[in-house]
């Protein structure tokens, strides 16, 4: 071993050497033994066999060769010079290529198997080509976009401001994170949730690098990017109370609005929400009605008790239904669209997504619903995400009992047409108590 001239550090020899040899426990029917190759780089080996006949006659272990200058010495020696030739090219290209070699790298190329992206960018259009053939599957359509996004912006900030068609992974270093976080949060203009997602897809990308031994090690690997710290995913009570009392005249903010109180009091997520049939929900044996589903992100399965306000809901809505859908729902991004038209209405902001929220905070934990029965109707899969909405809770769960006990006394809540009522009296399907009131 050497020692650095700078650091007196010994600096360790990259060793790669190449043997032929045959198997004499194997002999043909001919006589002749298999020629096999063996290539080993720093104390690490791999066989690599070959379609060359060898006489054992005239196999000299020593040189590795064949004596004499018979027809078979002739074929062998020539056979050995150009597998040696060809080992050493594939060495050095993927020397070039990586920064370091394998045996097993080198045997993969000897068999003509494809090496994996050595390129940023081309490793990114590999993962996002795999992806989609997952979507539907056990990955999501929205997954994938946000995966092509990624790589838009990554392509954008190497092509723009590295003035590159790509960077070698090998070159990837603390420097390219750090300008790729400025690129995403200044010249693109996003918010720091946005810009940690980028970052943490560009992490994926390294660990993926290392997985396929493309990379040697993560260059990412000890880098964190801390998530920035959420506003409240939930909405203010008053806001969700003045929601649930105020109607709204337009047909179509106002079928927004009950799907929203919907899952607010279900707990159900845009996704499962379109996904909901009648073949989802049953009555228990002590009359009570109940949702069971598998959550559409995660798979786990969801067990959610149906109050007074969501049965009445459902029931407002039940000549709309379609192919046994619970619910007719808008498309994503125009039901997106438009549930931010009815916070505009109400005189503040509103995401579908925040009726979830409410009802891991406000409808549950709030009221003192245990976290082990909270994180299963949600369908989380580890209790830890419940936590998340524990966290709410602890800080003001004083607070918010005592306002949702005002809420609850002398307040009648306006959820639905009075037209319903009279619909509702005509077909009695489900067996519950036909009141106003706030459900809680």
């Not at 690599?48 to 590795?64: A, H, L, R």
């Not at 997520?269 to 989802?280: F, G, P």
């Not at 008790?305 to 809505?317: A, G, Q, S, T, V």
Request: hydrophobic share 35%; glycine share 6%; proline share 3%.
């Amino acid at each position: 071993m050497k020692k650095d001239k700078d650091n007196n550090t010994p600096k360790r020899r990259s060793t790669f050497a190449i043997l032929f040899y045959i198997n004499r426990t194997k002999v043909r029917k001919d006589g002749t033994c298999q020629l096999l190759c063996k290539v080993s780089i720093d104390a690490e080996w791999e066989q690599i066999g070959t379609k060359v006949s060898v006489n054992p006659d005239i196999w000299n272990p020593e040189k590795g060769r064949a004596d004499g200058r018979s027809a078979n010495a002739v074929t062998v020696n020539r056979a050995i010079d150009s597998l040696t030739v060809e080992i050493n090219e594939h060495y050095e290209d993927i020397r070039r290529s990586l920064g370091f070699v394998t045996a097993e790298l080198v045997k993969n190329a000897m068999k003509g198997i494809g090496r994996k992206p050595s390129t940023l960018l081309a490793l990114f259009r590999e993962h996002n080509e795999e992806f989609h053939k997952r979507v539907g599957v056990d990955r999501t359509k929205e997954s994938y976009e946000s995966y092509l996004n990624s790589y838009r912006h990554l392509s954008a900030f190497v092509t723009g401001k590295r003035n590159m068609e790509d960077v070698p992974l090998r070159a990837l270093d603390r420097a390219f994170y750090d300008d790729f976080e400025v690129f995403l949060g200044a010249d693109r203009g996003l918010k720091p949730k946005s810009v940690h997602e980028h970052l943490y897809r560009l992490k994926k990308m390294t660990m993926r690098a290392v997985s396929q031994g493309t990379l040697r090690r993560d260059p990412y690997a000890r880098l964190h990017p801390p998530l920035p710290r959420r506003k409240s995913r939930h909405m203010r009570l008053d806001d969700l109370k003045l929601l649930m009392e105020k109607q709204i005249d337009a047909p179509n903010l106002q079928r927004v609005r009950d799907w929203f109180i919907f899952s607010t009091f279900t707990g159900l997520a845009y996704a499962d929400l379109k996904q909901l049939s009648e073949d989802d929900i049953s009555q228990a044996p002590d009359g009570t009605w109940w949702i069971h589903v598998n959550r559409q992100k995660t798979g786990s399965r969801s067990a959610i008790r149906l109050l007074d306000i969501p049965m009445r809901i459902m029931e407002k809505y039940r000549d709309e239904r379609q192919n046994g859908k619970i619910f007719n729902l808008y498309c994503r991004n125009h039901l997106i669209r438009l549930t931010r038209q009815l916070g505009e209405e109400y005189g503040f902001y509103l995401t579908f997504h925040k009726a979830r929220h409410n009802f891991g905070t406000h409808i549950t934990l709030s009221m003192g619903v245990p976290i082990e029965t909270v994180s299963h109707m949600m369908g989380h899969k580890s209790i830890t995400t419940t936590q998340i909405y524990a966290q709410v809770t602890d800080r003001k769960v004083d607070e918010d009992m005592k306002r949702l006990r005002m809420q609850a006394t002398g307040s009648e809540i306006t959820l639905i047409d009075e037209s319903m009522d009279k619909a509702m009296e005509k077909r009695r399907k489900y067996n519950f108590r036909n009141k106003a009131g706030n459900g809680l």
